[in-house]
């Protein structure tokens, strides 16, 4: 998250859009940046299970890290392009890549308001412009803009861990099961490695937006990514509402 902000602050700087994609070394709880989380999860059995906990600097409802990979894209704001363009410009990258998995993806497109961001976890049910299968909800995304530069979040399921969000939760929903969501595993029949997930992506960016696209020198963003670390390391911040 601290990175993430750190490549927010260089895209404002520099004009610079990064696409990275990641994992977590533990099961992480991610919370929304304005969800309601004080007095919603059991931290004790989060800590029995080994799940630890972070909130996002982007919006959204809970979701857990683990058997899954985690993109973002920061980028500085283009005048006259509207969230909702930069965020469908994303979802061409994130459907390619999920074309040349062999998922075949399409764009949700429910009924109603998006729901609101609750302790009811982000994959129980999709809202508009994110990536389903078979109806149920495969890549949950979220973006920001603050200062002419935006920080796109979202997670590509490989199997299904959101289940142990209602293990960890202390609000019940009206004592509604969550429905199981796509995951790759169930799309393609196996289980494919984060790295080929990842090659996928990198495959997409430079398909769609930049042939000639570079890794990022991970030393130019150290000392940046470290200043902004102490805020997602405190609890305060986490557990702020």
């Not at 009811?120 to 508009?128: E, G, H, Q, Y």
Request: proline share 8%.
């Amino acid at each position: 998250m601290a990175r993430d902000v750190a490549l927010m602050r260089r895209a404002r700087e520099t004009g610079e859009t990064v696409f990275s994609a990641y994992g977590w070394t533990q099961p992480t709880l991610s919370l929304g940046r304005n969800q309601q989380a004080i007095g919603c999860y059991d931290l004790e059995r989060m800590r029995l299970l080994g799940i630890d906990a972070v909130r996002r600097p982007t919006g959204g409802r809970a979701l857990l890290h683990h058997r899954e990979v985690t993109y973002s894209v920061t980028a500085p704001i283009v005048p006259g392009v509207t969230l909702r363009e930069s965020y469908e410009r994303i979802n061409v990258i994130l459907l390619t890549a999920l074309r040349g998995l062999g998922v075949g993806a399409s764009v949700a497109e429910p009924e109603g308001p998006a729901p609101p961001p609750t302790n009811s976890p982000c994959f129980a049910t999709p809202s508009r412009g994110e990536l389903i299968t078979d109806g149920r909800k495969l890549v949950g995304s979220a973006q920001w803009r603050e200062a002419d530069a935006l920080l796109q979040h979202g997670s590509i399921l490989i199997e299904d861990d959101q289940s142990l969000i209602p293990l960890v939760s202390l609000v019940q929903n009206g004592g509604s099961t969550m429905p199981p969501p796509a995951t790759l595993t169930r799309a393609l029949g196996r289980t494919p490695p984060a790295e080929e997930i990842t090659q996928a992506l990198i495959d997409a960016v430079r398909e769609i937006e930049d042939a000639d696209a570079r890794p990022i020198d991970e030393a130019e963003v150290r000392e940046s990514t470290l200043a902004e670390l102490p805020r997602f390391e405190n609890e305060v911040w986490t557990w702020r509402r």
